[in-house]
């Protein structure tokens, strides 16, 4: 049998297809042949199939990294589904459950495995995977690998590094916006050739795009007269957690049936928001971005952007959720000057200053003679560094071989006994009490719950992994209750000295560079919605896409409503009262040693938080927000031209 009748024998078998879409067989064909490849595929258009069928057909097992448990379950539902052996490696799963998947990946008796890659940094996980024959590596919304990408995440950088710790030789990148320019750097990290980069058409010509500029006062109006008109299932976007809510709310009150759909929701409230949407002809989701990926609704009707998107690949990968059926569907885009001031300010309130990163570095490379222990949330309260911006930091210098992580551990670890503590001891022989009793005796208990003390640990000369082991098994046998906060890890530094004050300009000026990539894809979107030519076209061609026709039909441009977004009106400020605000906000600073750069009274001013306003609590001070909706650099020039 030859490989290409076997190829479609598996696809109408396990499948149930008889032809494969544009770019499918391309992709497939590179992968069954040995080789690596990009898969840019427009959303909805069939990326998963191009590493199942090959994952099927390859000996070994296809290992799929990916951002999102609700996609990894869902994935991992479907191929079971279709009789293929299949499972995930995530947090959510029981002791149990976890060693009957590490035996099966030992066994080689997966064909598909998942994995976060969150998990995927653990060494025990590595570890398990170098028992197994992987066949191939996956990587989904690869666009996360690039710094360029909108959606970057820090942790993605160093799965080039694991997969050749790994040994795996060849990798299928997955994503629905990368642009050349993304492309480019995620195929150099993983060596993919020009050649082996496959595009399929971004234009839907069964999608009506439409922008709207509307003031934030009468979006309510605006979107209750919609949902009016509106048939079938929808999602409105916005951009904050508490504003889903709010909006939810105000929908439901009017008559519609709503659902608000964010990342603080419990995982349990998630599951049943995305079931009922899956399952129910009409329901209207209101959420973030958090919601879209794995969720594969074919019949959206319609998609409204409450909030301006943050760029144009978000606005691609959320309004390409509708109309996946291939009946019409609407996508609207509301647009004001005051919600670009806002998406422009978040770039801002992310923005590093070279202080940050020299506290920052002084405090990993003081010492170079011991190890560092790092706590993320301690670490950003004392640099003024997000985390997230800090993660990325934190990743960069592992990669440039400033650092290496040796183990993490919980710096909070407590434990509560589930039966009398001497009924837990009677249960094992002598020298095994022994040990336990000097354990447990290195817990502070406050009532029910007693706090691991690492001194007292040190002093009895128990060893931080032995006791985590004996707490797991103890657990494990449902002997103990256990919490743990504070995820901290372990890292050793260079012998030689680090030269600080380098590594601060190096690390400031790639930081410079990336502000002003975000705040130019922010201002390409802004443009993009007040094109004079079809907004289809505009979109293909962004993503590379030259085969889109001059003129749709179906866009806001192509049918002659042409959106016009005005300058920004200038505010009334007054100076004096601006002064004394400061004044008063410059002493609460000195009084808890913040230095109160002109960057923090910016940030201050517009009401945009940092890990300073936190952890001393600037958010109650009088005027904190008082040029809130003015833009960034408007007010830091003010703040400079007038001395404030």
């Not at 099966?104 to 025990?124: G, T, Y």
């Not at 916005?238 to 105000?250: D, I």
Request: with cysteine; net charge neutral.
């Amino acid at each position: 049998m030859t490989q290409q009748h076997q190829l479609f024998q598996t696809l109408q078998s396990t499948f149930g297809h008889t032809t494969l879409r544009p770019g499918q067989s391309e992709v497939i064909e590179f992968i069954l042949q040995g080789q690596s490849a990009i898969a840019i595929f427009a959303t909805g258009a069939g990326k998963s199939l191009c590493y199942q069928l090959p994952a099927i057909m390859k000996q070994g097992m296809c290992l799929v990294v990916s951002p999102l448990l609700a996609l990894m379950h869902e994935q991992r539902d479907y191929l079971q589904s279709k009789g293929v052996a299949t499972a995930c490696l995530d947090s959510t799963q029981s002791k149990e459950e976890t060693l009957r998947i590490e035996n099966a990946v030992r066994s080689n008796a997966l064909k598909v495995l998942f994995i976060s890659v969150e998990r995927l940094n653990s060494q025990k996980a590595r570890t398990l995977l170098s028992q197994s024959n992987i066949s191939f590596l996956v990587i989904d919304e690869a666009h996360c690998i690039s710094e360029w990408g909108h959606n970057f995440r820090p942790d993605y950088l160093k799965v080039a590094k694991y997969r050749h710790e790994l040994g795996i030789n060849q990798v299928l990148l997955l994503t629905a916006t990368a642009t050349n320019k993304v492309a480019r750097d995620m195929a150099g990290k993983f060596d993919v050739s020009d050649q082996n980069i496959v595009r399929t058409g971004f234009y839907r010509k069964n999608l009506f795009l439409s922008a709207v500029h509307i003031s934030e006062s009468q979006k309510d109006e605006y979107l209750l007269a919609f949902l009016k008109k509106a048939k079938g299932a929808g999602i409105v976007y916005v951009t904050q957690q508490k504003q889903a809510e709010e909006v939810a709310k105000m929908i439901t009150a009017c008559g519609f049936p709503a659902e608000a759909f964010h990342a603080s929701l419990q995982s349990e409230k998630k599951a049943q928001i995305q079931a009922d949407f899956l399952a129910k002809a009409n329901l209207i989701v209101v959420a973030t971005i958090a919601f879209g990926m794995g969720v594969d609704k074919p019949d959206v009707r319609w998609v409204l952007h409450y909030d301006m998107p943050k760029s144009i690949e978000g606005y691609s990968q959320e309004v390409g959720r509708a109309g996946r059926d291939g009946d019409n569907a609407h996508c609207v885009a509301l647009i004001n000057n005051e919600k670009i001031a806002t998406l422009e300010n978040f770039v801002y309130a992310s923005a590093l200053e070279r202080e940050s990163l020299t506290l920052l570095f002084n405090e990993l490379f003081g010492d170079p003679t011991t190890d560092y222990h790092l706590n993320e949330y301690n670490l950003a309260y004392k640099t003024n560094i997000n985390q997230l911006v800090l993660k990325t930091l934190i990743v960069q210098l592992e990669l440039q071989g400033y650092l290496q992580v040796n183990y993490s551990y919980f710096a909070e670890l407590s434990i509560a006994f589930t039966q009398d503590k001497d009924k837990i001891l009677a249960k094992y022989s002598p020298e095994r009490q022994l040990f336990l009793t000097q354990l447990f005796s290195c817990f502070e208990f406050k009532k029910k719950w007693g706090l691991l003390s690492h001194q007292a640990l040190s002093e009895q000369n128990i060893p931080l992994t032995k006791a985590q082991e004996v707490v797991e098994y103890l657990q494990n046998q449902q002997l103990i209750e256990v919490k743990v906060a504070k995820y901290t890890s372990v890292y050793s530094k260079p012998t030689q000295q680090v030269n600080i004050n380098e590594l601060v300009e190096s690390f400031y000026q790639q930081s410079q560079i990336k502000e002003q990539g975000e705040l130019a894809r922010l201002r390409h979107l802004l443009k993009f919605f007040q094109l004079t030519s079809c907004y289809h076209k505009a979109l293909a061609s962004y993503f590379g896409d030259t085969h889109a026709p001059e003129q749709c039909g179906h866009c806001g441009v192509c049918s002659g409503k042409h959106l016009i977004v005005n300058a920004q009106e200038s505010h009334e400020l007054d100076i004096e009262t601006t002064r004394n605000i400061l004044r008063d906000a410059s002493q609460f600073a000195s009084q808890r040693g913040v230095n109160f750069s002109t960057h923090l009274k910016t940030l201050f001013l517009l009401g945009l938080n940092c890990p300073y306003f936190t952890k001393y609590k600037f958010r109650q001070l009088e005027g904190f927000g008082s040029l809130s909706g003015i833009k960034y650099e408007k007010a830091k020039a003010l703040i400079m031209e007038r001395a404030l």
